[in-house]
C-alpha cells in the first residue's frame, strides 16, 4: 500500500540494530537514486508499524518529502521471528561481502539451534559450505555481536580489515581500543604486537594440556604407571595451578596510561594481564 506522509512509522533500535549501518558511501549512492527517481523503488517492510527493513530508505523519503511503499508482515509473529526473517532476507541480498556472509549465517544458526541438530546441515547445503563453516560462523557471529555496533558494522562493510581471529580477540577489548583499532583500517596490524606477547602464554598452556594428557594415558599402565598413578592427583592439581596462573598473567590489552611503552601502571611490560582487566571490570 502507498504511505501516506503525514503517517510516521516507528523505528525498535533492537530491530535496527540486527543488520549494519550504512558507509557513508552506500548512504550517498542510496540518497542520490531514492532522489533521482523521485520515490523509494523498493518498498518498507514493516511490522505493528515499526519498521524491519528500510531504515535509510525511510529516512531519505522523510528528509526529501518523498513518497514509498510498504509492505508488513504478519502481525501475529513475534518478535524473534521478525528478527529470524531480518536475518534469513539478508542472507539472501547478492551483494554482500564474504564477512557479511558468514556474519548472517552464523547468526541464523545461533538464533535457531533449539530447532535441532539437523540446523548446521541445512544451512550447510544452502551456502554451499560444511558444517564444520556453519559453526565456525556461529563462533564468528557470537564474537561480532560482543562488539561496539560501530566497530561491528565498520568490518562488516570492509571499512576495517579483521580475520576470524582479529574479531575474537578484538571482542574482549573495551569499546574504546576497539574503536582505535578499525580507526586504522587494519585491525590485525593494531593487535600483532600484543598477540605477540601472549603467544608464549598459549602455547605453554597448551605444553601443559599435552603433560596431563600423558599423565592420564602413563596412569592407566598397570605396569609402567603404576608409581605416577599415586602420584596422579597432587600432579594434575599442580598443572591445572600452573595453566590458571599462566592464563591471568595472558597479556591482554595494551596499557591505556603509557599506550604500550611502560609505565607504573603497568610494570614497566606495556600490556594489563587478564587478571589486571578482570579485576577492573569487577
Request: one cysteine or more; proline letters at 4%.
Amino acid at each position: 500500500m502507498v504511505k501516506e506522509l503525514s503517517t510516521e512509522l516507528r523505528i525498535d533500535m533492537g530491530l535496527q540494530a540486527t543488520l549494519r549501518d550504512l558507509s557513508g558511501d552506500e548512504m550517498s549512492s542510496l540518497e542520490q537514486n531514492i532522489v533521482s527517481a523521485g520515490r523509494a523503488i523498493d518498498p518498507i517492510i514493516t511490522w505493528q508499524g515499526l519498521i524491519v527493513d528500510g531504515h535509510h530508505r525511510y529516512s531519505v523519503c522523510t528528509k526529501h518529502n518523498l513518497p514509498y511503499t510498504t509492505l508488513p508482515l504478519p502481525e501475529e509473529w513475534t518478535k524473534e521471528e521478525v528478527k529470524d526473517w531480518i536475518i534469513d532476507h539478508q542472507s539472501g541480498r547478492r551483494n554482500l561481502a564474504p564477512q557479511e556472509v558468514s556474519y548472517y549465517r552464523g547468526k541464523m544458526f545461533n538464533t535457531n539451534k533449539s530447532y535441532g541438530e539437523g540446523l548446521a546441515e541445512r544451512l550447510a547445503a544452502e551456502g554451499g559450505v560444511s558444517v564444520r563453516t556453519v559453526r565456525n560462523d556461529g563462533k564468528y557471529a557470537e564474537a561480532m555481536d560482543k562488539l561496539d555496533t560501530e566497530v561491528r558494522d565498520a568490518i562488516l562493510s570492509g571499512d576495517a580489515t579483521a580475520s576470524r581471529d582479529d574479531v575474537e580477540n578484538l571482542s574482549q577489548a573495551p569499546p574504546e581500543k576497539q574503536k582505535k583499532a578499525v580507526k586504522q583500517r587494519n585491525v590485525r596490524k593494531v593487535l600483532a604486537p600484543l598477540a605477540d606477547l601472549a603467544s608464549p602464554y598459549r602455547r605453554a598452556v597448551l605444553d601443559l594440556q599435552r603433560i596431563k594428557r600423558f599423565v592420564d594415558e602413563t596412569c592407566l599402565d598397570a605396569k609402567v604407571g603404576r608409581y605416577l598413578a599415586t602420584k596422579q592427583t597432587r600432579i594434575e592439581r599442580c598443572l591445572q595451578e600452573a595453566t590458571d596462573c599462566l592464563s591471568q598473567c595472558e597479556p591482554t590489552e595494551t596499557c591505556e596510561d603509557c599506550g604500550g611503552k611502560g609505565c607504573n601502571s603497568c610494570y614497566g611490560t606495556g600490556f594489563l594481564n587478564r587478571a589486571a582487566v578482570q579485576s577492573r571490570a569487577n
